[in-house]
C-alpha cells in the first residue's frame, strides 16, 4: 500500500468529524429536508478539492441536478475525475459532464447500477486516482423499488469494492421512511453510522456511532 493511499480521508473545518481511514464505509442516517442528505452529499464532493476521485450513484434526481448541488459545495466541479451513475435520466444525459454519466433504467435495476458503478469507479483507478470517495443518493429510494434482501445484497456489495480499494464510501438513508429494524439491518452493513437531525433554530446536528475520535454527543455543524 502506498503512502499516499495511506493518508486518512479528511473533511472541512467546519464538519465536526475528525479524519476516517481509507477503506471507511459510512451510513448518514436522517431526513433528506433536515441537512443529513446535504451532509451526505458534501462528504464525498469535498474530495474534489483534494485532488480525490468521486463516483455518485443518483436515484431520485436526474445527474444534472445532482451536479449542481455538487457544484455549490465544492470548487471548480471536475477538477478531480468523476462519474455519476444515473438511474433517473432517460438517454446519455448532456451538459459539461455528459461524457461521465451513465444512465440506468430504474433505481430497482441493481444490477445494471452495479455494473456502470463498477465500470466507473474501475475507470478512476485505471486513471491513475488511487483515492475515490463514492456516494449512494439514496438507499431508502432502492428500498421503494426492490426487495430489502437484494438491496441490502448489493449494499454489502458495493461497500465490499470500497474497502477493498480503500475508498471512502458514504450511504444516505431517511430513517422515517423505512422500519427500525431495516435500518438497523443496513447500519450493520456498514462501518459507521452518522445521525443527523434539525435543531430548533433551524441548523443541524450529527454523532458518529461506530468510529473512535468522533463526536459521540450531538454536535451542531
Same mark, same amino acid.
Given at each position: ?55 455518485? %450513484? ?29 438511474? %433517473? ?29 463498477? @465500470? ?11 483515492? %475515490? ?36 464510501? %458514504? ?30 433554530? @433551524? ?19
Amino acid at each position: 500500500m502506498s503512502e499516499r493511499r495511506a493518508r486518512p480521508y479528511e473533511f472541512a473545518d467546519d464538519l465536526p468529524l475528525g479524519s476516517i481511514e481509507p477503506g471507511t464505509n459510512l451510513l448518514v442516517a436522517g431526513p433528506a429536508m433536515g441537512g443529513a442528505r446535504r451532509l451526505a452529499l458534501r462528504l464525498v464532493a469535498e474530495g474534489n478539492d483534494r485532488g480525490e476521485g468521486m463516483v455518485l %450513484v443518483s436515484t431520485d434526481k436526474a445527474s444534472g441536478k445532482l451536479l449542481s448541488e455538487c457544484d455549490g459545495l465544492c470548487t471548480d466541479l471536475g477538477r478531480s475525475p468523476l462519474g455519476v451513475v444515473d438511474c %433517473v435520466s432517460r438517454g446519455s444525459g448532456s451538459g459539461r459532464f455528459a461524457d461521465r454519466v451513465e444512465t440506468v433504467s430504474s433505481p430497482g435495476d441493481l444490477t445494471g447500477i452495479g455494473i456502470e458503478f463498477s @465500470g466507473l469507479y474501475q475507470n478512476i483507478h485505471r486513471a491513475g486516482t488511487e483515492r %475515490v470517495r463514492a456516494g449512494l443518493y439514496s438507499v431508502s429510494t432502492l428500498l421503494m423499488y426492490a426487495d430489502f434482501q437484494t438491496v441490502s445484497r448489493f449494499v454489502h456489495t458495493v461497500s465490499g469494492r470500497i474497502a477493498a480499494t480503500d475508498g471512502l464510501g %458514504v450511504f444516505f438513508i431517511d430513517p422515517a421512511t423505512q422500519d427500525q429494524k431495516v435500518v438497523s439491518t443496513v447500519t450493520q452493513l456498514c462501518d459507521a453510522r452518522v445521525d443527523v437531525r434539525e435543531r430548533d433554530d @433551524g441548523g443541524s446536528e450529527l454523532r458518529v456511532r461506530g468510529l473512535r475520535d468522533q463526536p459521540r454527543e450531538w454536535t451542531p455543524f
